[in-house]
Every structure is written in C-alpha cells, then in structure tokens.
C-alpha cells in the first residue's frame, strides 16, 4: 500500500549528491531511508552560534503540500500522483529532512537562566559555565515506526517487499553520537 506521500532518500550516485551527508557519523555510510510523511525544515536565519549540519535532504525537484490538503486528499481516497503534483505546485528545490545542531550555550544565557530559578551564588557561578549543545532534529517522527524494527528483526516476514532502508541503524547512529559514543 505504498502512497506517493513517502519519500525514499538514496546515497547520491553521481559527483555532488549528497541526500545522505557523508559529513556526520550518522548518515554517513548509509545507502536508503524511507520517511512517511515528511516535514521539512528551514534554519532560523542569523544563528551564527550554532552549527548546522544537514544530515538529510530531498532532490532538487521536491514540492511540498500542506498538511491540511494531505489530510483531505487522504480522507477523500481519491489521492493519483497528479492530483498530489498539482497540490504541491512547483519544485521548490531541495527540502531539508534532518539536521546536527551543534554549538555552546552562552554564560549570559544561562546566567540569567540560574538567576531566575535561583539567587544562590553557587547556583549562579555553576550555570555560568558553558554548556555544549548537541541535537538532532528530523521532521518524520514515522522514521521510527515500529513496522521498520519489525522488518529488520523479521526480514522473511517482508521477503516481497524487498524494502532495504536503514531507518534503524540511522536510529541508532543518531543516539550513538548524542552519546557520544563512537
């Protein structure tokens, strides 16, 4: 039952396609992903403080459809590809699915962040130290549904489906490096 909503991201085979960023431990290596239903993300323009990493990231083509016509067009049962081309227009270019957000929260930030909680100078001294920040951020909680632990445990199960992604090990991967294991 698969719908044209999905999105399978695929390492790049040419010079410059990089869907799967070989810049991170986490993506890098991997060779296919499936997300459900994809959000995007888009970086807060002016945060110099903190360093992006996208992990994940569609082809120039892709469009986007709002939430809403999705849900009618899934209610409605008469979702084709070409009504879905003529929701999300034109290609809008690539879309970002994941990013590393890396960076330092800022004494003065945490600072004024202690002072409110409490007025102890220990308390105060302790949150004025730097405190790194590490995140990851991927606008698909479905990356995780239980159907792809289910393929990797049971693989016969899902013989004709022949689906090879690696949402688990991206899983994996993900908590490795926010734990900073390598």
Sequence with gaps: NANDEWLFILEGSNEGEDYLSTQSPITNGLRELMFLYAGAIEPEDKRDDLTITELVSTRENS????????????RSGNSSTAQL????????GPQTLAVLIEGVATAKETAGQAEAKADTPEAIEEAAETRPIKAVYVADVDYMHPFFSENRKRPEQFEDLDLRVQNITFVLNIVDVLAGEK
Aim: glycine share 16%; charged share 10%.
């Design 63 to 74: 469009g986007r459809i709002g939430f809403t016509e999705l849900q009618n067009q899934m």
């Design 85 to 92: 081309q003529i929701l999300q227009g034109p290609p809008t």
